[in-house]
């Protein structure tokens, strides 16, 4: 993915990060010059708060990403539902220390938040 561009702006600069995005893009010191741009995806957090996180897409008109969790195993064969509940914490663990996948026609990037 060496035509992914990652930012990480805070709340304080996410908009100047934004308005000169385009610029990055069409004049910037980077070897995408002359590619299609297929979209761009912003994650950010609300008042820098980590509980109240946002997300948005927009994809060319022809552009697609797919955005979901990473992979949780599943539950054992057999495990009866009073497991499931001891186990509720323990699981809302291990989901949290999984990130996010967002995958296109271009390719695939992981992050987490």
Known sequence: LQHLHVFFPTPSNLTPTLENLEKYML??????????????IVI???????????FEAAAGWRGWCKVEREEV????VGVCPSDVVEER???QEVLDGKGWRVSSEAGEYTFKL
């Open 44 to 54: 950010g957090e609300k008042g820098g708060g980590k509980g109240d996180v946002w």
């Open 89 to 91: 914490g323990r699981r």
């Open 73 to 76: 195993g599943a539950f054992p």
């Open 27 to 40: 004049y910037g010191e980077h070897n995408s010059k002359g590619r299609k741009w297929v979209g761009t």
